[in-house]
């Protein structure tokens, strides 16, 4: 039932935790950091911690010294996103990946502080739907974003999300990639080339 998802997506507001995350001084100390390397150790800390605390399994960051991925129109940006979150479904226990660009688009400046946390939690919030509440898909509903807050909140980052986010509004990709191998649809009906290349290009071995 295609509905379902969305409407389980849609209602769960909080995170559900099995402990509560001490999250807080790491999440604070993300803040002050700048660099690819830097941020991808002490977002790695942060995501151990709120996977430990919430009972998933394990998610792994990569934060790279490149641009995030975009899409001009008519010379307006019009599709950007700041990373990217793929689940393992093949993997036991799964496992999911989180890969976020460290320089804006354009201009090419290190994203800033908040933005940087914000895209982490935002990304972790796609771990904790397929790993935890076990949806098979991880819309961007109001829900969603409800649990970003949720999260932030919990960490005490309350500021670095929006208080109210409206849907559909501003750049916002699809961030969630389709499971690598050509495992995409049960069916056995493979990928279109299109995301194969998609998936090389952004989690493959090739580089610049
Ligand atoms: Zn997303």
Redesign the pocket.
Known sequence: MPGSTYERSRGAERISWREFPAGKAVALSILDEQSAEGRQAQGQRLLDLLDEAAGLPPCKLTVVDRPQRHRTRGGRLELK?YGY?RIAWENRPQKGTIRIYNLTAIRQQVLAPKVFLETLL??W??HYDFTGLQLDR?P?TSG?FARIRDLAETLGVGFVTPPKREIGTGP?A???LPPARDRLQPGGKPPPQWIKDQVLALFGQRRD
């Open positions: 996103t979150y935002h990304e919030v796609h991880s961007h969603f916002l699809d961030d969630v």
